[in-house]
């Protein structure tokens, strides 16, 4: 098992930039992947970026070019680097893994984007 805890998070102008930061609660170097997620109000859960163990990332199609998701296991942590931000990523952002089929959220941390 594994606890996350999201921060960062905020309110920034369009265009603006924000780091968030994912702590977990348990060493991340047997954890093979980590990812962001993201849920703005009315719709669905949505993958933003993910980690392997080995740096591999991958990114949703609409935040590439402008996020960067990394992450230090000695640290425990994984931190997703926002840039140029639209309106439409307003969400709650949201940690995750899965390990033995089990998913593992954090509470999230709220990001709004004002024009």
């Known amino acids: 098992q594994v606890q996350f805890v999201e921060s960062g998070g905020g309110l920034v102008q369009s265009g603006g930039s924000l780091r968030l930061s994912c702590a977990a609660s348990r060493s991340l170097f047997r954890i093979p992947i980590m990812a962001w997620y993201r849920q703005a109000q009315g719709k669905q859960r949505e993958l933003v970026a993910s980690i392997t163990s080995s740096g591999s990332t991958n990114y949703a199609d609409p935040v590439k070019d402008r996020f960067t998701i990394s992450r230090d296991n000695a640290k425990n942590t994984v931190d997703l680097q926002m840039h140029s931000l639209k309106l439409e990523d307003t969400a709650v952002y949201y940690c995750?893994?899965?390990?033995?089929?089990?998913?593992?959220w954090g509470q999230g941390t709220q990001v709004t984007v004002s024009s």
């Open positions: 995750n893994t899965r390990l033995a089929s089990a998913d593992y």
